[in-house]
């Protein structure tokens, strides 16, 4: 069977042209990636060894999910093909390749944590405000410096930079990067950003490697190519220049990596770099229905600068967007939780056909909580990943010392722990010996009698000792023997065991299923190499969802909008659509930050397949106040067309006409004063609009005695605001009244437990 006959024209044509520069920007849903699916197939399909084949990817599953996807056509060959994010890609090549730019083999990689510990200690070290130079902004400064391919000696020598960090007031940052550099050095340590930096110092300072892998990858592929950094963009470069068979695929409009150095001129430069170029146009979306095309069509349209793109769907017309408004996180959480319970059993779907977007992490708690009363089981991507957990890192520690006893925060993590005695003055003491000596810590450590003296000399050598032992049993034994063995001498299992506390219990356990993971890797019959260094490399990589154990599993998917790039599902839920949250506050200052933040909500609205609902809330928890909330300013932006509201807007269509027409409409912000009952008044609002505020209660709000309500008295609800008595029925204890609230329309509410107060 021809299996290219699974694509459009346009698409084919792409996947055909496998020679030379090929580039596809294209907008969501329109096949970009399944264009590098099938056009790895077809290249293993017409010969080309999969070992030459290289794919860049945004995140390791959806690496995974097109090696299999590729399976079925080619079978089991596409094991071969290299493919994954450039992190762990290039990490696998400087692991070949390390000792050539003075770095172990088997280096460590400095998580984010293990990266702003040092930065402390540095910090600490020189006597800096870590309030003026704040951990994450001087994290962020040398990251962006690394994407760049500014090295510590270039950031000290350029005065621009300098110039520009007196101004901010923090004229020791460049001090700070060189000694972080050196420490990562001294360490044996490489932190993310750079495994791309040193991938690039590797492939410019030795022509024989670069010639290497210029060979060995006949044919590049990068997905997301729109948010790609300039140090990624430099290695893509650099290998493609022998055989030019590169082919990029993106979407400008769905760039939402900026605030990480990702750089949308990558896909402008990409025409100049390539002058004979093949660019292919993309216009149809398979994923969404009409409606959710248009929908986000009329979002990105806001967007002065974006590429020229023309995005249909020849899908079925399908629903509205539902917009529902909700009194708080919480009511947010049970109104989502209870949808999809309806949209499941109206529709006969699954749960894993649902997934909820949110823009900060935080978001998580309420929906949460809503999902779990309802009995519907999720999963949460990007949350703290299972190898992130403070009783697996620190038996991880052991693992990195065992195999690079340089590895400076991994000995900090356990010299003392479980607790032996090295207190934070000795440890403090091994660093300073370690600096006038001009030796590693380790040094110190492993000879403790030559460096320290009395009690701390006996107690740190006998940790040195006990690590050595560890390397030791290390080089014979299985990779589950040797962790198992560290487990019980480091003290970490004794330690849990005798926390018999519900977290303690649950630590044990984790580090149970860490030693199962390991002993499984053991038993494999896939792999040559099995020890337990094999294991332990690239786990700082690895997230949450890469960790998918169960890819099936019938769950709701609840994850960061930013996680959700390049994925689907039949019904998204967005949650959180106000202002200061998304667009998130942070980003309100410059038109750059808010076109970023609509690329966010684009991308987020375009995972929808069939249905598609958001939501906002008029209060919110946030660090711990009770806010009142804004609607977001992106649901004025949506063509009102493609909006079925579930409360009363004031509609401004011109003609005071109850359908909303193509003409943008609006809500209206509470009156002070005049009829609820009266008709909108015809206005006609251009670009922006207010939308409903939140009910604060006026001063001195308390509910008053309700047992003489009549119809047509006017109230005051504590959430609902002014309304007017319009039905009393029922008997008492059990009356329930029908109000019309000026803002949200007519309500049912049992009077016994309402908050009302007369007027
Ligand atoms: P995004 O911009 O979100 O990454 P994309 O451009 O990579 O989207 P894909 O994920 O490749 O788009 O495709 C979107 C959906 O449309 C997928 O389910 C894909 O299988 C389907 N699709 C793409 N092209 C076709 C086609 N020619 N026929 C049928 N289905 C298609
Ligand atoms: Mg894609």
Redesign the pocket.
Known sequence: MDFLA???PS?RAAVEQTEGPVMIV??????????ITYRVAHLIQKGVDPFNILVLTFTNKAAKEMRERIMKVVGSEAKNIWMGTFHSVFARILRVEAELIGYPRNFTIYDTDDTKSLLRSILKEMNLDDKLYNVNHVYGRISSAKNNLISPQEYNKNEAIKAEDISNGRPQMGEIYMTYAQRCYRAGAMDFDDLLFKTNVLLNKYPEVLHKYQHQFRYLMVD?YQDTNFSQYLIVKRLAAVNENICV?G?DA?SIYAFRGANIQNILNFQKDYPDVKVFK?EQN??STKMIVNAANSIIANNKNQLEKNVFSDNEEGEKIKVTRAFSDNEEGKIVAEGISQEKALKGLKYKDFSILYRTNAQSRSLEEALRKLGIPYKLYGGTSFYQRKEIKDLIAYFRLTFNPNDEEALKRVINYPRRGIGDTTVDRIMVVADQQQVRLWDVVANAQMFLDGRSAASVGNFGTMIQSFQALAKTNSAFDTAMHIAQHSGILKELYEDKSVEGLSRYENIQELLNGIKEFSEREDLEEKGLDIFMQDIALLTNDDNDKDPNADTVSLMTIHSS??L?FPVVFIVGLEENLFPSQLSLNSRTELEEERRLFYVAV?RAERKLFLSYATSRYRWGTLNNCEPSRFLDELNPACLDLDFKPRLNTGGGSDDFTSERVTWQRKESSGDVFSKPKPKVVKTTSILPKAHVPTAGFAPSDTSGLQVGMEVEHERFGFGKVINLEGNKPDIKATIFFKELGQKQLLLKFAKLRIL
């Open positions: 699974g694509l459009n698409q294209a907008g969501a849903g329109s096949g970009k990636t399944r264009v997301e695929v979407d769905q993309l398979y994923r790039k390049g689907e375009t």
